[in-house]
C-alpha cells in the first residue's frame, strides 16, 4: 500500500533540517549574521569617516572664518584640566579658546582622539562642564544661561567639538567642514 | 554613562532600583527584564549607535552557543561553529579596537600612506566580548548548559554593574543567579556599602592622586626633578589602583544590591611580595580569563620550558594589547611575562630568601616602573620621564616644585599608602559591627564627600576608555 505523503509531516521534517547544525537553514542564519555585522560596520565607519587633520589647520580656519580671537584667548593645557577636567596627554591634539573676562562663559574646545581610544570621556567632561556652568550662573546672568544651553556638541570620529558662544553653530560647521 | 556620574547617582540608580525592587519577588523574570532594559539604557546613554552591537553579540552568541551544543548533542564536536564564533567576536573587537593600530603600524613599517578612519572604541566592548567567549568557550567544552532564553544571555552580557570597567563574569559564574538569587534589605545595605567604599575611592582618592600624576606631567623640564617625578609616578600608581579597584567595588557592589554575587577583582595587590602574587591579586578576572581560555589551552607549564615560556610570553603580550591598542601596552604586558618568566625560572629562589621588607620593595618598584610604560603612550616621553626617575634626564634630585608637592601631597599619599592595606577596610568592618551607627556615619561621610567632589570637582578622568 502506497504511503501518501502527510503535509504536516514534511513540515516538521523541514523544520527538522533547518534545525540540523549542518543544514541549509543554519547556514543561512550564519550567512545573515555575517550580513547585518558587514552592514552595520559599513554604516559606522561611513558615519564616522573624519579626516586625519593637524588641529592647527582647524585652529587657522576657524581664525579666518570667524572672529573668534577678538574675544578667545589660547588657553594651556593646564586650563585645559582647570576648566574642562580633561588631561591633554590622554589626547592626540586638543585646541582650547576661552574668553576670560569676568562673567564670560564662550569657549571653544576640539579635542582630536588617540586612535584607538573613546571619545566618551571627553564627552562626559564637556556636559559636566556646560552644567557646571549653568549652575553657576542661573539666577543672575540669563544670557549666559542661555548660550550655555545652546552650547553646540558634536562627536565626530575621533574628533569631539564642543562651542559656547553668540554664533556656536558657526564655529562647529567650520570644524565639522574641516574634518569632513 | 559612568557610576562617577551625577546623573547616575541621582536619577539612574535609585529609579532602577525603585522599579525592581517594586516588582514581586517571585516574578524574577520580570525583574531581569527590567534590568535588561537600564542596562541598554545605561550603555546607550554616551553612544545610542554601539547599543545595536551590544544587542548583536547577544544574539549572536546566543544563536552560536545553541548550534554549538546541538551539534555536540548530535556526535559532533562544535569545533567548526566555536572558531566561527571566536572569529566573529574577535573580528568586531579587532575591527573597533585594533583597526587604527593595525593600519598606523602598516604604514610605519612599510612607509605606506594609506587612508584609514580609526573608529572611536564602544566602551566596555573588551569586556562584554571577553564575556561572550567565556559563554562559548564553556559550551563548548560542556562545563556549562546552554541557556534557553535569550533575555538571559542579553542580560549576562549587558548587565550593567560590570559593564564599562569588569569585573569580567564568567558565565558559569552567574548561571544559575540568572534563575535564582537572593535580594533582601541586608545584602542590599552591603551592597550600598560596597558602592559608597568604591565611589570614595574613586572620587576621593583616585581623582586627586591622578590630577597630582597629570599637572606633574604637564611641568616644564626646568621645574622637573627627580623627587618630583618619583612624586608623580606614586600619584599614578595608586590613582590606577584605587579607580580600578573602586569600580569593581562599585560594580561589586551594585550586583549585590540586585542580588548578584560577582568575584573580587582585587585583593590589595599592592602588599605583594614578588611579581606572580601581584598578579594573583591584580584584575583577578583578566588573568583569570587568560589562564583558562588562552593559557591553559596553549599547553600552560605542561609541557618543555623553551614552551612554556613561549606561553608566557604569548599570555602577557595579549593581556598588554588587550589593555589598549598601542605598543606601550604590548611593551607592558610582555614586561611583565619576563619578569614572571625570570622569578619562575631564574631569581624565584633568590627572592624567596630575601627579607620580607626587600621583598616587598623589589616587587613595588618593578610595578611602579611598569606604570610608566602604562600611563605614558609616548614612547619618546615614556623614556624621559624614566630618565628623570633615575636622576639621568639632567634633572636636579629635587627643587621648590618638589617642596610644593610634598606639601600639599604628602596627606593624600599617606592616605592612599594606608588604604592600599587591608587596615582601613578592616577596620571599617570592624566599626560597622560594633557602632552600626558610627560605621553608617562614617559610610554616608564617604559618600556625601564624594557627591560634594563630584559637583564641585572638575577632574573625573575615565580611564577605561582605552579597555
Redesign the interface.
Known sequence: MNETKNPMTEEMNNIKKS????GLG?FL??IL??A??AG??FV??K????E?VDLAEIDAALKADTEFTAVLKDQS??DL??????????YEQVLYYRNTQALAVDEVLVVK?????????V???VR??I??QITAYSGYAPEQVKMLKNAAVK?V??YVIYCTADKADKYKEVVLDAIQ | MLFSSLIFLVYFLPITVIVYYSIPTKRLDLRNIWLLLASLVFYSWGEPVYVFLMIYSALFNYFMAGQIAREKEMGGSGKRNMLFTLVMNLLILGFFKYWGFLMETINAVLGLHLQYTALPLPIGISFYTFQGLSYIFDVYRGKVEVQKNPLKVALYLALFPQLIAGPIVNYKDIEKQLDERTCNMDRFGEGAVRFCIGLGKKVILANNLGALFAEICLLPDSRMSLVTAWIGILGYTFQIYFDFSGYSDMAIGLGKMFGFDFKENFNYPYISKSISDFWRRWHISLSSWFRDYVYIPLGGNRCSVPRHILNLLIVWSLTGLWHGANWNFVAWGTYFGILLILEKYLIGKYIEKLPEWAKHVYTMLIVIISWVFFSITDTAQMFHYLAMMFGLGGVSLANMTTVYYLRTSIVLLIAATAGSTPKPAEFIRKLCDSHEKLGITFIMAVFVMALAYLVFGSYNPFLYFRF
Request: charged share 35%; hydrophobic share 40%.
Open positions: 534545525r540540523d547544525p549542518k543554519f542564519l550564519k549574521f555575517i547585518v555585522l552595520f560596520l559606522v565607519y558615519g564616522a569617516e573624519a586625519d593645557d593646564r584640566m582647570q576648566f574642562i577636567g580633561l588631561n591633554a596627554a590622554d582622539a588617540k586612535e584607538g581610544t573613546s571619545v566618551d570621556g564627552e562626559t567632561a559636566k562642564r552644567e557646571s562627536k570620529g575621533n
